[in-house]
């Protein structure tokens, strides 16, 4: 009996406890409805919520007239979320689409999903167009992101001025890293849904930024005399058989570059197709010894502090003179000559004698008021400053060396600074590539302003001793530097690099820096070659491409009736053979009309004005 009642017991604890469970759920369940709503709702939200980045669209890169030399395209990257619900179903397909869209395998797709690092990510293919990814099959899991890819429309013309980027569309080089944070911009948002398989949709009333676009670089190149200055740099380089050669142009009024060139040079599109020799800049980043150019040095100091007169008598004797222990000699035996035969002529006892009148203070300050030991402010990030010893560490032989452009070093921009600062009557300027800054909608919202450093000599000063580097030209070094009709003025240069620690006679700098007109410059030019096998003076190798360069720039930038006697010349690039839509890209380039020839062919067969 006793054992009857406890099992009753037992029983009617089980039913009570039995008959609690549905009110206990239905107080979970009121719970869940009426006290934790929002929260779970919001939880849902959550999870199923997705904020997609809308990437800002990087600025453009144009020349002075407008011309796009750098710019974006939408490109787009293909990823899958293997674990999503369905997707082995159809990824065959989605493998299959990706191969008739891309020309690789199925099997290339298949293995980047099996062997992806992430378990819900694997990156099938980078960079499709918007054609491309319209012809893919869907499939769940299945990603497609917009990004853009940064396209050089001329390939390497100006690729050492404009730079490159990586694959996140990061300045490396160039203009594209000096102005990186007015050409990247800022990305917008936009309010995502995700739903179960896993398919991301707009929100209709959901939050959207819009990006900042990049902002467009307006530079102060101007593709024609930058095309043409590179071609006939290239066959300048081939030519003298130079190891390699650089050439810039700047206008001396404001310190605008015209072009800048460097052979060998590199292909933006393909940047890690060329080696660094290649992407290297020597117009900026390579210090060396002027050599006799630096003899505009010489002549501003000793001509301004009265030491000697253009018309002066310098006696250079037999072609050589010992001087502080060290022998110096002259191409030839010029003996007694002028003051303005000593810087036609190039004669180095000349140079050294003139140098030695006056004091190491004034040779210094000229050559640092110049801008030498300092790097010129340029808007390309790499800039060197060079080097120039204070008079503190000089030896007794250091002030005739300077007086030839030996101890002393600069970059070839430097070299061109200074004459663009004689060429303009004394003011040096600060070099600078950008001319405006403007918005997405083409609102101005920065301009470059021409900004002078410091006024290095008079105007009087440069026009006394202007005839004497006019002479370079029409009587001296420089012959193969003349342009008919216009007055041009320059110097030309040999430096003996050093090599196992001594000046070695076998490896040379060879160059021509100069300006036109020059009575009214508007233009000023240096070509430098290192290492020239055709001969390691700067008058037969550089000066010709100065004034090769300079022929064809002259409907561009001269003035009068000499403009268009020269308008009339144009210079046609060799196209035969070449595929229809480059070809094009180089006409254009020279300033020619194309026709449409792009439309109508794909290659050129042949031209019928020769080049």
């Known amino acids: 009996m006793q054992v009857r009642d406890e099992i009753l017991a037992r029983m009617y604890v089980m039913l009570t406890l039995l008959g609690l469970v549905p009110i ?22 959550r999870q199923t ?50 191969a008739r869209v891309t020309g690789r395998s199925a099997t290339t797709y ?49 690729s050492h001025v404009l730079g490159y980027v990586d694959a996140d569309l990061r300045g490396l080089s160039g203009l594209e890293q000096g102005y990186n944070q007015y050409l990247t911009g800022t990305a917008g948002s936009r309010d995502m849904q995700r739903d179960r398989r896993n398919h991301i949709r707009p ?31 290239a066959k300048g380089v081939a030519r003298a058989r130079a190891t390699w050669g650089t050439a810039i142009a700047m206008d001396p009024r404001t310190g605008a570059i015209l072009a800048m060139a460097n052979v060998p040079t590199y292909d933006p599109n393909r940047p890690g197709s060329a080696g660094v020799a290649s992407r290297r800049n020597h117009a900026i980043v390579d210090r060396v010894e002027p050599g006799s150019t630096f003899k505009l040095i010489t002549a501003v100091s000793a001509v301004g502090n009265g030491h000697v007169t253009l018309d002066d008598t310098v006696d250079t004797g037999p072609g050589w003179m010992m001087l502080h222990g060290r022998t110096l000699r002259d191409s030839y035996a010029y003996g007694r000559i002028p003051f303005r035969e000593v810087i036609s002529l190039s004669s180095n006892i000349g140079s050294a004698i003139v140098a030695e009148r006056g004091t190491r203070g004034e040779f210094y300050q000229t050559a640092r008021a110049f801008g030498f030991g300092m790097p010129t402010g340029i808007d390309l990030p790499g800039e060197i400053a060079g080097s120039l010893k ?124 100069g300006f036109f007109p020059a009575d009214d410059p508007e233009v000023a030019m ?25 022929r064809r720039w002259l409907p561009n930038v001269v003035e009068g009736e000499t403009r268009q006697e020269y308008a009339d010349s144009v210079a046609v690039p060799a196209i035969e053979g070449m595929p229809t839509n480059v070809a094009e890209r180089r006409l254009l380039a020279a300033g020619l009309d194309t026709g449409g020839i792009g439309r109508k062919l794909a290659q050129v067969r042949s031209q019928t004005v020769a080049a």
């Open 526 to 550: 240096l070509v430098m070659m290192d290492e020239p096998g055709l001969s390691i003076y700067g008058g037969e190798v550089s000066a010709p491409v100065f004034s090769a360069a300079a």
């Open 390 to 513: 204070r008079i503190s560490s000089w030896s007794g032989s250091d002030l005739s060396a300077m007086s030839r452009g030996y101890g002393i070093q600069a970059s070839p921009l430097q070299m061109l600074n200074a004459y663009s600062a004689f060429a303009n009557g004394g003011l040096l300027m600060r070099p600078y590539l950008v001319e405006e800054i403007r918005d997405v909608t083409g609102e101005l919202t920065w301009k470059a302003e021409p900004d002078s450093v410091r006024r290095v000599m008079s105007r009087e000063l440069a026009r006394e001793i202007l005839p004497a580097f006019e002479l370079v030209v029409t009587e001296g070094t420089a012959k193969k530097a003349a342009i008919p009709g216009i007055r041009v003025a320059g110097k030309t240069g040999t430096a003996w690099k050093i090599k196992n620690g001594v000046y070695s006679s076998r490896h040379s700098i060879a160059t021509f820096v």
């Open 49 to 98: 919520a997705a904020v997609t980045e809308i990437p800002a669209m990087r600025g453009s890169i144009v020349d002075r007239h407008g011309r796009t030399l750098a710019v974006n395209t939408a490109r787009y990257d293909v990823a899958v979320d293997p674990t999503v619900a369905g997707f082995r179903d159809s990824a065959e397909g989605l493998y299959a689409s990706l």
């Open 203 to 233: 929100v209709a009333d959901g939050k959207l930024v819009m990006p900042d676009h990049g902002r467009t670089v307006v530079t102060t190149i101007d593709l024609v005399l930058q095309t043409a200055l590179e071609e006939e740099l």
């Open 110 to 158: 298949r293995r980047r999903v099996s062997g992806r690092s992430s378990s819900q990510y694997a990156l099938l293919e980078r960079g499709l167009s918007i054609t491309q990814v319209s012809r893919l099959e869907d499939c769940p899991g299945l990603q497609v992101l917009d990004r853009h890819s940064r396209t050089y429309n001329y390939g390497a013309v100006a």
């Open 24 to 45: 206990m759920v239905g107080i979970q369940v009121l719970r869940v409805g009426l006290i934790d709503a929002e929260d779970l709702e919001a939880a849902g939200a």
